[in-house]
Each structure stands twice: as C-alpha cells, then as structure tokens.
C-alpha cells in the first residue's frame, strides 16, 4: 500500500461534506478513466458563490481525501475562483499524494468542472467552456 | 493496539524453532558447502539434511530437490529450463490465465521470443478443466504447468487427474505449489508432476529461500550458471542459513500439517460465515469447498478495496486486496477478472488470509470491524443508492 500524509489519513478517517443536495443547481458525476473511481460532486449558488457543496466516492483513500478536501477548498468560493482550483493546489492542500495517486486528485477536480458544466448549462444553456464530459486526465498536472 | 495479521497468503511470520535451527550457521558453522576442509563438511551435511526434510515432506526424492531463492526462481527455472533444452521437441507451453506473475510473465517472455502458449479457460470458481488440456495438448506441447492452488482465490485444482491427461503423452508437468505445500497434503507421486515450485516464506521459514522439485530424468538446462552447486543445476553458493531454515519449517510442516488444517478449516469458515451474514451484497470468490484452508477471498459491492483495507488497517488488521487502486499498474486483479468478476467487483476484492497463531478472537474481531467499516464507506459511495434504486 502507498505512504499517505496525516492530511489525507485525516480527511479518509472523517471526510467532509459527504452526501447529496436536494434539488442541487449543479451536480457532476465522473468515472475516472485510470482506475474506474468514482465522483458525485452537488453544488448550490447563490449570487455566482458556491454556497453548500456535497460529494460522494466510490474509490481509494486518495480518491476520498481528495474529494473531502476539494469541497472545503470551494466552499464560498465564486465560481472563478473555484475553478482556479487545479488537482495540483487539492493535492498540495493534503500535503502531497504519491505519483501513482495523483489521478484521483484530477477525479475531484473533474467532478468540480462537471458540476459548474451542469450547472452553467442549466442557467445560461451553454455548457463550461472547453469543458468536455468524461474529463481529460492529460490536461492535468502531475 | 491489537494487530492482527490475516495475510499469511503473502508471507508467514518464521517459527521460532526456524530461527533456533538457523542461528549457529550465521557465525559459528559459517563454511561454504563447496569446500572440502571441516568448515565447508559441516555446512554440507546441513543442507543435505534439510534436502532431506523438503524432500519428506512431498514424498520425494532428496537428490530431486534443488534449492532457489523461492518460488519467483523456481517459476522461472521451470519455464526457461524446459523451454530451451526441448527446443527440438517443440515449441509450445500450456497454462492458465490465473498463474502468479512469477508463472505468466517468464511465458509472455517466452512468446515474445517465439514460443506458443495456450491459457486454458477457467470457470466461475477458478477451475481448470482437465478435459481442455487434453484439447489444447499438440504435438508440439512440451510442458503444461497448472498452479496446484490459487494465491488469490484459494482454489484447488485438480492437478491428478490433468496429470493422467498429461501423462499419455510426453509432456512435462509443473505445478506451482508455493500456496499448498505446507497448507494442505502434497505428495508427488499421487499429484503426477514433474515439477513443483515451493517457497519457504509461505510456510513459517525464512524469505529468500525455496525449492524446485525436479523428477530424475527430466530435460532441462540451468537458470544459473557459473558454479556445480545443485548437481550443476543452480550455480551460487548456496543460501545455506536460509536452507537450515527451510528445511526446520518443512519437518514442522510435516509433523503439524493435520494440526493446521483441523485448526484453520473452521476459523475460515467462521469468518466466510460471518461476513455473508452481516454484510449484504458480498460474493465469495473462489471455490465454496475446494480451497485452501486459510483463504477467505470476498468482493464487497459498492466500495473500493484500498479504503476498506486502509481502515482495517487503521484498526489493526492486516489484510490484502486485488483493487486496481492498490496496484502500481492501477489494473484490478487479473484473476479476478479471469474467473468473470466485472472491473468494478474486482475492485471491491479483499483477502484474509489466517495461520497458525490465528485465534477465533481475532476472527471475532474482524466480525465486529469489517461490517463497519463497509456501511460507512457505502454511505459514501454514489454506487449504493443507484444499485438499490
């Protein structure tokens, strides 16, 4: 098994904002096309603010301290400020991931673009842009 | 806090009476086997007498015994030596897709240089179809090799009666037993190989140690040269503590085997009992009856195998999982997925695995742990609710 930080030991043992939204005014939903990990992330704006935000996984402990961490990152975030958020500056926040587990950083931030996607296609009928659903791994950083 | 270790399919802790065995060969009858003076007599005479406890344990010979760095060496031995000093039989090897690494990539090896091999079809369970090897067997077929148990799954094969199928034509047999020698009966004779892997480390000896049983008159050239150790088959001075040792956990093996399993059979199925009770949506992997007596193999809907294990870990049981997430490759276990389980079913795998100092508490504790820990990680996981809906 792979060496985690205390971070990502902490947010695996107590994740946070786990769960759904009712009526969510965004929801992404990604398969991770490395390992088959899985993302639900629930979003609800107000005034172009991130104001509750929810998640659920079905992967690795990365995967889930990823996601717990993403969450707190983006809360009372503006949008542009929360997609500002590469996997990147998630992995940094947990102290560093191994290089093996880096892809599940990029599920959380996949399943953050595909929520403001859902969300921007729902309010303004155009989708995020440059934003392709199923996410693109090598966009990432590593 | 309590550990409790359940992955005796990875290693097993070396019995004291091992470490006892070995100890005055590390600075006080230090001498290489290979010199004639009273140092190197003294060394011999040990390896030669823990050949012969190897050798009982299996019901073989002791001169068909030859000693490697363990069961990955052993595996590799099999196939290069076979392959290359059959050159002129022919060209083609017959095995199955659910071998250890140690087994299947030396054969990819192989085929990259040319050489055929068919993977036999398994079932559901694992098995392999003695009628299939007749079927696959060519003229050109120079060895099958057949694991005698699964490392993952814990399935038995039925390596007598392939050996009967084998045995009308000249092909050599190999079967890996690095799981069962030591965990249940292995007799050669009554198996029908030609060849048979063993590793020390799987059955309370020292790592860095292992065997190849070799019947008398079989073809096949050195893995190792450089040395006449071994009869000429294995060059290198001989890991001659480590042997010492092998050899102790072999005789101890032999005298306690019956003890094992009696000990084990039903603490296994305590523990398969018990998960399918309390947790829902669980499959057993492998063979209900024909496996091995310390293997408890379970796919876990709906929940990643890494977090569980990391959990159990973090209560103090060590287990195992064929996740693609605990994987350098990130791929799910090529087992799992030969015998049908889905990407995502394989991803849910676990194995615990129990030994001689496995006591019914300890399984107890597992009961109380495991059932835990999979409703939390379910409540977190998207898969649940769309399943259930």
């Not at chain 2, 091992?18 to 190197?40: A, C, D, L, Q, T």
């Not at chain 2, 929940?303 to 799910?332: K, R």
Request: aromatic share 6%.
């Amino acid at each position: 098994m792979v060496e985690y930080t205390e971070i990502v030991l902490d947010h695996f043992k107590n994740p946070r904002n786990v769960g759904e939204i009712e009526d969510p005014d965004g929801i992404g939903h990604i398969t991770s096309p490395v390992c088959g990990d899985i993302m639900d992330l629930y979003i609800r704006i107000k005034n172009n603010v991130i104001v509750e935000v929810k998640y659920k996984t079905y992967g690795c402990g990365a995967a889930i301290a990823s996601g717990s961490m993403l969450t707190e990152m983006i809360k009372d975030k503006t949008i542009d400020e929360a997609l500002r958020i590469t996997n990147k500056r998630v992995a940094d926040a947990l102290g560093g991931l191994p290089p093996v587990k880096m892809h599940c950083s990029a599920l959380a931030e996949d399943a953050l673009k595909s929520a403001v996607d859902d969300y921007l296609k729902k309010t303004t009928g155009k989708g995020l842009e440059g934003w392709k659903p199923g996410g693109q791994a090598e966009e990432h950083e590593y | 806090m309590k550990k409790i270790y359940l992955d005796h399919a990875a290693t097993t802790p070396t019995h004291p009476e091992v470490v006892e065995e070995m100890r005055p060969y590390f600075s006080e009858k230090f001498g290489n086997p290979s010199s004639i003076h009273f140092f190197g007599r003294e060394a011999k005479t040990a390896i030669e007498k823990a050949r012969e406890r190897v050798a009982e344990l299996i019901s073989a010979k002791s001169e068909e015994i030859v000693f490697t760095s363990g069961g990955t060496e052993s595996n590799n031995f099999t196939l290069h030596g076979i392959a290359y000093a059959n050159e002129k039989k022919g060209n083609h090897i017959i095995t199955t897709p659910i071998e250890h690494h140690a087994l299947l990539e030396p054969c990819k090896f192989l085929e990259s240089r040319g050489l055929k091999v068919t993977y036999l079809p398994v079932d559901k369970h694992g098995l392999v179809n003695p009628e299939d090897v007749r079927k696959a067997v060519t003229d050109k077929t120079i060895l099958v090799s057949v694991m005698h148990a699964n490392n993952e799954i814990g399935t038995i094969e039925p390596i007598s009666e392939i050996s009967r199928i084998v045995k009308e034509k000249e092909i050599y047999f190999h079967t890996d037993a690095v799981q069962t020698v030591g965990a249940i009966p292995v007799n050669i004779d009554e198996l029908g190989v030609d060849l048979l892997s063993i590793s020390s480390h799987k059955l309370y000896g020292p790592k860095g140690v292992g065997a190849l049983y070799v019947r008398k008159g079989t073809r096949m050239i050195p893995f190792l040269r450089g040395g006449e150790q071994e009869r000429n088959r294995r060059a290198s001075t001989e890991n001659v503590t480590g042997i010492i040792g092998f050899g102790k956990a072999c005789e101890l093996a032999r005298i306690e085997l019956q003890s094992r399993i009696e000990h084990l059979t039903p603490l296994r199925d305590k523990l398969i009992n018990g998960i399918m009770d309390k947790i829902p949506d669980v499959v057993l992997n492998g063979h209900p009856t024909q496996r091995l007596p310390k293997n408890v193999d379970i796919a876990v809907k709906y929940v990643e195998g890494e977090s569980m294990l990391l959990n159990l870990d973090m209560e103090g049981i060590a287990c195992s999982t064929g996740s693609a997430c605990s994987s350098g490759s990130l791929e799910p276990s090529h087992v799992l997925l030969a015998i049908g389980l889905s990407p995502e079913l394989a991803h849910g795998s676990l194995r615990f695995t129990l030994g001689r100092l496995t006591i019914e508490k300890d399984i107890e504790y597992v009961l109380e742990i495991l059932p835990r820990i999979v409703k939390k990680l379910r409540e977190l996981s998207p898969l649940s609710k769309k399943e259930k809906q």
